[in-house]
């Protein structure tokens, strides 16, 4: 299963990711988590620490220096480069590099054309993709399962959030879910209904133990499980994985 996280820059994609990705790990899912973002911190937001995640990073960045040899396959660089943490979760960081060898498939190939080469994925793939709508023009008309849309209840979001689904459902990707996230007030979820009509919706409201995690470097399932915002985030993955129910 494939399940890709989008939106604006800020809007949360990494924070749901890590989310994700530890709840299926949890259920007893396979679970891999794509980096994709040139500014990789999934590892952070995973629980991964400091020091794991800057020498992910600096893996890449030896790759792209010719200090590191390249992975001659998808599953070589999973294999490589990729690490186990919590909850059994695996993370590769497969952000775009600044010299990347054409046609290399560790470097050579956009995050988003590295995922949809992936076949036969056993358990689930988490892309906590780069900002914006690119990522998903870039993907072509290759499927993913679910393609999660992180939107906060602001203009600017839910605007790149309603171009995001419309090319979802235009090349037919795969099934839509709404992160409906940093909700204050009701009021703020119904703004995003009234911009994403037809779509499914999930509620995330507006977490200060999810910020406060995020200025110590922590976790949110580790720092603040019980915590209002989290829970919505695990109550996400459990839709993610449940049949669809439009409108909802
Ligand atoms: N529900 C929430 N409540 C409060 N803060 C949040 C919430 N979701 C995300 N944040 C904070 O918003 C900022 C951006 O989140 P992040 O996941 O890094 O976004 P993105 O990956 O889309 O750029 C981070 O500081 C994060 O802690
Ligand atoms: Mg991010």
């Known amino acids: 299963m494939k399940v890709a996280v989008v939106g604006k820059g800020g809007s949360g994609k990494t924070t749901t990711s890590a989310v ?34 800057e020498a992910l990073i600096g893996v890449r960045e030896a ?36 010299n990347p060898e054409p046609g290399c498939p560790c470097c050579g190939i956009s995050p988003e054309r590295l995922l949809a080469q992936m076949e036969d994925v056993e358990g689930v793939v988490v892309a ?16 993913l399962d679910v393609v999660v849309i992180v939107a906060e209840p602001t203009a600017k979001s839910l605007e790149v959030a309603r171009r995001s689904a419309d090319l979802v459902n235009q090349h037919q990707l795969g099934r839509v879910l709404v992160a409906a996230n940093r909700l204050r007030d009701d009021d703020d979820l119904a ?58």
């Open 20 to 53: 994700l990705a530890r709840t299926f790990a949890r259920t007893g899912m396979k679970t891999l988590a794509l980096d994709c973002d040139t500014n990789p911190n999934l590892g952070l937001s995973l629980g991964f620490g400091e020091e794991a995640t």
């Open 63 to 98: 790759v792209d220096a010719g200090e590191e040899e390249h992975a001659g396959s998808v599953a070589e660089l999973i294999d490589r480069f990729g690490v186990d943490g919590p909850d059994g979760v695996r993370l590769a960081v497969v952000s775009a590099i600044e």
């Open 128 to 143: 906590d993709f780069e900002a914006g709508i690119g990522t998903i023009m870039r993907m072509g008309d290759e499927p």
């Open 191 to 248: 703004r995003v209904r009234a911009a994403l009509p037809g779509l499914e919706v999930v509620a995330i409201p507006d977490e200060p133990a999810i910020a406060l995690a995020e200025r110590q470097g922590d976790a949110p399932l580790d720092s603040a499980p019980d915590a209002a915002g989290v829970r919505a985030m695990v109550a996400l993955s459990e839709r993610v994985m449940a049949p669809a129910s439009p409108g909802g």
